[in-house]
């Protein structure tokens, strides 16, 4: 099994979030074996324009409010999950966010 960490510039997520679910691997899936959560977060990616700029007081500098999603999967359908969210969230930048894909040693469901 796979966790998938992605960092997206706000304007992205709805549309990375959409093709997610439309995705032939989000149906194949359908044993329950991904799970997906979506947190808004402040980060360091370069702002698209001065809209996104914020200031943190807690931080004592500027940052981006980004969101960060993170998935569990099947290990085989790790590389097409993170093909459609690198493709989907991309921004024209060079850096327009991240994807991390970490091996998971244990899960369990919680029923």
């Known amino acids: 099994m796979k966790e998938i960490k992605a960092y997206v510039h706000s304007n992205r997520i709805a549309d990375v979030i959409a093709a997610l679910k ?4 989000w149906s194949d ?3 329950g074996d991904h799970n997906l959560t ?9 702002p ?3 809209a996104e700029k914020r200031y943190s007081v ?3 500098e500027e940052v981006v409010n980004e969101y960060k999603l993170e998935m569990h999967c099947s290990d085989e359908y790790a590389d097409q999950l993170v ?3 690198s493709r989907v969230a991309r921004t024209g930048q060079v850096t327009a966010g991240w994807v991390y894909v970490i ?3 244990k899960a369990i469901r919680v029923g």
């Open 58 to 60: 807690e931080l004592g």
């Open 22 to 25: 439309a995705s032939p691997v």
């Open 48 to 50: 698209l324009d001065n």
């Open 38 to 46: 979506v947190y808004m977060v402040k980060g360091s990616l370069v």
């Open 29 to 31: 899936g359908g044993n």
């Open 83 to 85: 093909e459609v969210i």
């Open 103 to 105: 091996d998971i040693a």
